[in-house]
């Protein structure tokens, strides 16, 4: 199904964001995607239930939501990583998924090389080669790292070095899962500025961040709210911090009677 069909089709569980600017572009559709397993036990078990998104083109939108709701199982079906049991799925091409760990990331002995790893698979010149690594790298505000061996980089650098590469190969999603997790606070601000000057640099590049950490909220353009296996909420990031916000309250309101 292409992209137009997909709309059309869609156009019955259609998102409020969509309703009110009905040509914006979304660089990814999930509707009504279900992901079960079946356990050792033989029994079914159900990680996403009947769960629509749509992030518009060119934004940054981050996934929020409670520990073991189906954040990542979410990201992985919309990276291609998984298949999932039931819905439909429209992705822009190429896209790339970022994992949690940095030291999963890269896997070349220097910063050069890494990002330019991808590339291999095209018939690129050495000239073109070199200009993409280095505009990739700027992007990430890396430029002066290109000879930088990666054992000598911070987990955020390692971070934005994997971003690097998938804007060498032209990516037009970013997928990417709990990036600040294991960073301190100067490493976590400098992958996030990363992400969101590579879409201002590029223009049309969209990314999907997963995070836990509410903070982070004040650098997307819209957010997503997540809980037992489908979206329960979605769009202006302070609508969604206060949201969550008074779900915690009331939370702590429970626990304290
Ligand atoms: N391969 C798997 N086998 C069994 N359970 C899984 C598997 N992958 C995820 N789960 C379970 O599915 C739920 C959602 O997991 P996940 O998508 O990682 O959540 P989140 O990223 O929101 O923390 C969790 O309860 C997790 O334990
Ligand atoms: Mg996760």
């Keep these: ?3 137009s069909t997909l709309l059309r089709a869609s156009a019955a569980v259609l998102p409020p964001h969509f309703s009110q600017s009905p040509s914006e572009n979304y660089a990814i559709t999930g509707r009504n995607l279900s992901f079960c397993i079946t356990t050792k036990q033989g029994e079914r078990f159900s990680i996403l239930r009947n769960c629509s998104i749509w992030i518009p083109s060119g934004q940054l939108w981050m996934l929020l939501g409670p520990n073991g709701c189906g954040k990542s199982t979410l990201l992985k079906v919309l990276a291609g990583l998984l298949n999932p049991t039931d819905g439909s799925v429209y992705v822009k091409k190429p896209k790339s998924f ?9 896997v ?3 910063v050069e090389a890494d990002v330019a ?3 291999g ?3 690129l010149s050495r000239e073109e080669v070199k200009y993409r690594v280095t505009k990739a790298l700027d992007a990430v505000g890396m430029p002066e790292y290109l000879h930088r061996p990666v054992q000598t980089l911070s987990g955020g650098q390692k971070q934005r070095v994997a971003i690097a590469g998938a804007l060498a190969e032209a990516c037009k999603v970013l997928l990417l899962d709990e990036l600040t997790t294991f960073l301190d606070e100067n490493d976590q601000l400098g992958v996030i500025r990363a992400v969101k000057n590579s879409l ?5 590049v969209t ?3 997963v995070t836990h950490r509410l903070e982070e909220l004040e650098h997307a353009d819209g957010a997503v709210y997540m809980e037992d296996g489908k979206v329960v909420m979605e769009g202006d990031p302070s609508t969604i911090f206060k949201f969550i916000k008074d779900q915690q309250a009331s939370y702590m309101d429970q626990i304290n009677c």
């Design 1 to 3: 199904m292409n992209y």
């Design 98 to 106: 970022v994992f949690q760990n940095p030291d999963h990331q890269v």
């Design 108 to 110: 070349m002995p220097t």
């Design 117 to 119: 790893f991808g590339l």
């Design 121 to 123: 698979k095209y018939d």
């Design 200 to 204: 201002a640099s590029t223009g049309d």
């Design 207 to 209: 990314a999907l961040w």
